[in-house]
């Protein structure tokens, strides 16, 4: 059985602690978990490694703790799938990735937002939303 495999790890955790009888079934539940919880954590960062979307493996990226709306911006813009025009010019839904809020002939893409003339809001979310709303 591989070394990186996570069933070797709960028979190499099975080995290890055989020596405790003591050992409820709920305290083995536990680690058993915290084995493949980690074991799928370093595989994600792993593979997300050059990605846009890996600051999604750090537990640093506020996005289950934000509101609804807010997580949604968030991870649209971490992911880069964020339906502005820039995203939807790739796939051919529109004729250009221009933006059409401002005139100053950049692609509309989440580094855009930012300094769009077109919107006036602080928060990259509040932005997020009006150009989508002003988008239709």
Same mark, same amino acid.
């Given at each position: 059985?591989?070394?990186?495999?996570?069933?070797?790890?709960?028979?190499?955790?099975?080995?290890?602690?055989?020596?405790?009888?003591?050992?409820?079934?709920?305290?083995a539940k536990l680690?058993?978990?915290?084995?493949?919880?980690?074991?799928?954590?370093?595989?994600?960062?792993?593979?997300a490694r050059d990605?846009?979307?890996?600051?999604?493996?750090?537990?640093?990226?506020?996005? %289950?703790?934000?509101?609804?709306?807010?997580?949604?911006?968030?991870?649209?813009?971490?992911?880069?799938?964020?339906?502005?025009?820039?995203h939807l010019f790739?796939?051919?839904?529109?004729?250009? %990735?221009?933006?059409?809020?401002?005139?100053?002939?950049?692609?509309?893409?989440?580094?855009?937002?930012?300094?769009?003339?077109?919107?006036?809001?602080?928060?990259?979310?509040?932005?997020?939303?009006?150009?989508?709303?002003?988008?239709?």
């Open positions: 059985m591989p070394t990186g495999c996570p069933l070797f790890k709960v028979w190499h955790f099975e080995k290890v602690f055989n020596f405790r009888r003591d050992l409820t079934l709920h305290s680690e058993i978990k915290r084995i493949f919880r980690e074991s799928f954590r370093l595989t994600a960062s792993r593979v990605k846009p979307w890996s600051k999604l493996c750090k537990k640093s990226h506020g996005i %289950p703790s934000s509101p609804r709306a807010a997580a949604v911006a968030k991870f649209r813009l971490l992911t880069g799938h964020d339906c502005l025009w820039a790739r796939f051919n839904l529109v004729t250009s %990735p221009i933006c059409v809020l401002c005139d100053t002939g950049q692609d509309m893409t989440a580094a855009h937002l930012d300094e769009c003339s077109a919107l006036n809001d602080n928060c990259i979310v509040k932005r997020y939303w009006r150009a989508r709303c002003l988008m239709t």
